[in-house]
C-alpha cells in the first residue's frame, strides 16, 4: 500500500539521522521533497560531506503468513560526493533470516540481493544500476524475502512514477 505523506517525511527523518549517525547532527539538515511522482516520493539532504539523493516506495501489496511486520521501503540513492549513484535498497519491515538472499523481479527479470538485519542490497554496483533502469523503464517489481522466523514474504510495487522519481534525483544530485 503506498505510504501517506506524513509517514514517508517521518521515515525520511530516520534516514537522515541514520545516514549521518556518526555525525553531529548539526551536519544534517532536513530532507527536501523534490516531488511525489506516482507511487514514489524523491527526496535530497544535503549534508556537510555533499548532497545525497534518493526515491523511495512502499509496496502496493504486501503478502505473507506474519503478525506484525514494520514499514517497508525500495529505494534508490544517489551520494555524488562519494561517486555513488543507483544504490538500490531494500527495507523489509522486519530482520530478515541470516545468510538469506531477496528475490528482487522486475517485468520478469530477476536480481539476487543480500540481506544483513531488515535491509538488503545488490551484490555490486552493476546490479545496482541494472536494478534502477529496470525500476526507471519497469512496470511492476516483485520482491521475495524470508524472515528471521521462516516466514516467506511477497511484496508487489507498481512503478508508476518510478522514472520521473529518478529524474528529479538525477537533476538534483548531478555530478
Request: aromatic share 8%; with cysteine.
Amino acid at each position: 500500500m503506498p505510504m501517506p505523506r506524513a509517514s514517508l517525511f517521518l521515515f525520511s527523518l530516520a534516514l537522515v539521522s541514520g545516514l549521518t549517525l556518526a555525525a553531529p547532527a548539526a551536519q544534517a539538515q532536513n530532507p527536501v521533497e523534490l516531488g511525489v511522482h506516482g507511487n514514489w516520493t524523491a527526496y535530497r539532504i544535503d549534508e556537510t560531506g555533499g548532497k545525497v539523493c534518493y526515491m523511495a516506495a512502499q509496496p502496493d501489496k504486501a503478502e505473507g503468513k506474519y503478525n506484525r511486520r514494520g514499514e517497508i521501503f525500495a529505494l534508490i540513492t544517489h551520494r555524488p560526493a562519494e561517486g555513488s549513484r543507483n544504490v538500490f535498497s531494500y527495507i523489509a519491515g522486519y530482520e530478515y533470516k541470516p545468510g538469506s538472499d531477496v528475490t528482487v523481479t522486475i517485468d520478469g527479470q530477476s536480481y539476487t540481493l543480500f540481506s544483513q538485519d531488515d535491509t538488503a542490497w545488490a551484490p555490486d554496483a552493476a546490479t545496482d544500476e541494472k536494478i534502477a533502469n529496470a525500476i526507471r523503464k519497469g512496470s511492476k517489481m516483485v520482491v521475495k524475502g524470508r524472515s528471521s522466523r521462516d516466514t516467506a514474504t511477497t511484496d508487489t510495487f507498481i512503478l508508476k512514477g518510478s522514472g520521473a522519481a529518478h529524474d528529479a534525483i538525477n537533476e538534483a544530485c548531478a555530478k
